[in-house]
């Protein structure tokens, strides 16, 4: 199946700080990518759909100014917490999707464990 | 919100039991997913099965599909301990294919 890279797999940083995480389609071209958050013991809430060249768009509650999410290429999309603080601290995950498989699996990165201390 | 509801929440059974997950969603679909995700890690897909299927099968896994009641199920046959996980139905629909999770199901599979 196909393969998404999700990276850095863990990560620690200091509040105030920002943080990227990088979610990449290894061998096909992500017309579309989601990011997901996940607080522990609970399932795994959308924050934001992008589609390649334009803005993401936002789920309900989700700050875009906070949030920042780039798409600007077909095999890589960015996540960026900025002024991060210790309620941030959660997984994050991506899902890429090719325009041409929509109606199939959905391929998932790895995730990121963000902790802000 | 649009997520959708599993039951039950939490399901503890003995190794060789069969388990049973039900999914509930609210809107229309394309396609709905099963995937299984161990504590703290990635996920892992089981099985998809599309809006126009009623029945899949994969190995130990049997998928039901009722879209005139917007739900589904899982069933886990013969279970064993390393089935122990977080399963969650995901269900797809929209013109971006937008992925909803449910709740989940936290299996626990006693040896």
């Known amino acids: 199946g196909a393969v998404v890279s999700q990276h850095p797999s863990r990560v620690i940083c200091k509040s105030g700080t920002s943080v990227k995480i990088e979610c990449r389609s290894l061998?096909?071209?992500?017309?579309?990518m989601f990011w997901y958050r996940q607080f522990p013991k609970q399932s795994l809430m959308l924050m934001a759909t992008?589609?390649?060249?334009?803005?993401?768009?936002?789920e309900q509650g989700v700050e875009k100014d906070k949030f920042l999410i780039n798409h600007a290429s077909l095999t890589l999309s960015t996540l960026t917490v900025t002024s991060a603080h210790p309620e941030d601290s959660s997984f994050y995950i991506c899902s890429a999707r090719s325009g041409a498989r929509m109606n199939t699996e959905a391929f998932f990165g790895q995730g990121t464990r963000l902790t802000v201390v | 919100s649009q997520q959708g509801e599993e039951d039950p929440q939490a399901l503890s059974i003995q190794e060789g039991e069969n388990a049973t997950m039900n999914c509930s969603y609210k809107t229309s679909i394309n396609n709905l997913q099963w995937y299984r995700q161990n504590s703290g890690r990635g996920l892992v897909h089981l099985i998809l099965i599309r809006s126009n299927e009623r029945e899949k099968h994969s190995g130990r896994l049997r998928v039901t599909l009722d879209t005139s009641k917007k739900s589904s199920s899982l069933l886990i046959t013969a279970s064993r301990a390393a089935d122990t996980a977080s399963y969650f139905c995901?269900?797809?629909?929209?013109?971006?294919?937008?992925?909803?999770f449910g709740k989940g199901t936290l299996l626990t599979v006693n040896p």
């Open positions: 061998d096909f071209q992500a017309t579309t």
């Open positions: 992008s589609n390649e060249g334009s803005k993401a768009t936002y």
């Open positions: 995901v269900h797809s629909g929209g013109s971006n294919y937008k992925l909803t």
